[in-house]
């Protein structure tokens, strides 16, 4: 299996930015589509990014899309969440999932339900 580990999250205030990274060890990382999800306090976990195995394929959230960008680095076994303009409603634990695909380079996954592997996740809270 794969662990992945989160970091980056912090203190910002609201139209700043942040980059998130997850750094990811165990197994082939260019074998695994990846997703940033969030959970605020007394909220559902939902949804953010995701990509796939090549970097190819991307999602984003409604909420993020134009703001957020996920993008990933193969050969460092990394992936990353770089985030613009954050406003105090994106103050949530982020976490980091991965999914074993071999289904092709383009898919990627969106439902929180389809990673098997997670991390601890990182706060991150934007402030006004």
């Known amino acids: 299996q794969v662990q992945v580990v989160e970091s980056g999250g912090g203190l910002v205030q609201a139209g700043g930015s942040l980059r998130l990274s997850c750094a990811a060890s165990g197994r082939i990382f260019s074998n695994y589509a990846m997703g940033w999800f969030r959970q605020a306090p007394g909220k559902e976990r939902e949804f953010v990014a995701a990509?796939?195995?090549?970097?190819?394929?991307?999602s984003y959230a409604d909420s993020v899309k134009g703001r957020f960008t996920i993008s990933r680095d193969n050969a460092k076994n990394t992936v990353y969440l770089q985030m613009y303009s954050l406003k105090p409603e994106d103050t949530a634990v982020y976490y980091c999932?991965?999914?074993?695909?071999?289904?092709?380079?383009?898919?990627?996954?969106?439902?929180?339900?389809?990673?098997?592997?997670w991390g601890q996740g990182t706060q991150v809270t934007v402030y006004s």
């Open positions: 990509i796939s195995r090549s970097g190819g394929g991307t």
């Open positions: 999932a991965a999914k074993y695909d071999n289904y092709g380079t383009l898919r990627y996954y969106t439902r929180g339900y389809e990673y098997p592997y």
